[in-house]
């Protein structure tokens, strides 16, 4: 069975899935959705985790530097709770403080264009949060 990152941001979620033993992560798609209802995403969701056969669910949980969680972290929060119901899968949440950054630090080394960049970061920044979380166990 493998697990599937989100980096889940205010119109798009960058999806990444693991392979099927847990070691790697690879960014798969980004979808679009709309932050005001929850449920957007749930049909396009749906259908990776049963291509993929996903058991467990990883969502980049924002913080602060300091450590606190803002409001955006409190929407990871409700979010996972959200496809724990939907989907009957647990949902862990993994600090990705400073993901994204590092995601577009990757992409600028390699001198991907502003535009490839935009198109591919969500999806990086899920690999980053899957990425550490598998190397966490």
Known sequence: MKKMGLDVGSKTIGVAISDALGWTAQGLTTIHWDEGDITSADDALAKIISEHEIDEIVIGLPKH?????????????????????????????????????????????????????????????????????????
């Open 65 to 137: 530097m300091n450590g606190s969680i803002g409001e955006r972290g409190e929407l990871s929060k409700e979010y996972g709770q959200h496809l724990e119901e939907i989907f009957q899968i647990p949902a862990k949440l993994w600090d990705e403080r400073l993901t994204t950054m590092a995601a577009e630090r990757v992409l600028l080394e390699a001198d991907v264009s502003r535009k490839k960049r935009k198109k591919v970061i969500d999806k990086m920044a899920a690999a980053m949060i899957l990425q550490g979380y598998l190397d966490a166990q």
